[in-house]
């Protein structure tokens, strides 16, 4: 069983920067595939960024491109997602997940099976 509990989340201007934090606990984390969703208002529930069990594939959406970062410490249980050039459209909820059955990444909300209870990130123009 995995718990996730994100941090990180807040208030920021255009072009402005946010470090989102994934705190994990449980026998399958270290090598389980993590990453990140968000629901923007109004919006259907999308895939960011995800990553696998060594850091070493990392995978995001096309908007995110370029701008944020997913990395993952495995010692200390924590994935994270470093966001940079803010701009309004990445105002969401976002979601960290697991996946908990095996090592493989996916990209769809399906292939996730635990998930956090979200961290709001607004981004004013």
């Known amino acids: 069983q995995v718990q996730l509990v994100e941090s990180g989340g807040g208030l920021v201007q255009t072009g402005g920067s946010l470090r989102l934090s994934c705190a994990a606990s449980?026998?399958?984390?270290?090598?389980?595939?993590m990453g990140w969703f968000r629901q923007a208002p109004g919006k259907e529930r999308e895939f960011v960024a995800a990553?696998?069990?060594?850091?070493?594939?990392?995978y995001y959406t096309d908007s995110v491109k370029g701008r944020f970062t997913i990395s993952r410490d495995n010692a200390k249980n924590t994935v994270y997602l470093q966001m940079n050039s803010l701009n309004p459209e990445d105002t969401a909820v976002y979601y960290c997940?697991?996946?908990?059955?095996?090592?493989?990444?996916?990209?769809?909300?399906?292939?996730?099976?635990?998930w956090g209870q979200g961290t709001q990130v607004t981004v004013s123009s």
């Open positions: 990553i696998n069990w060594s850091g070493g594939n990392t």
């Open positions: 449980g026998r399958t984390f270290s090598r389980n595939a």
């Open positions: 997940v697991a996946r908990g059955r095996d090592q493989a990444v996916g990209l769809t909300q399906g292939w996730y099976d635990y």
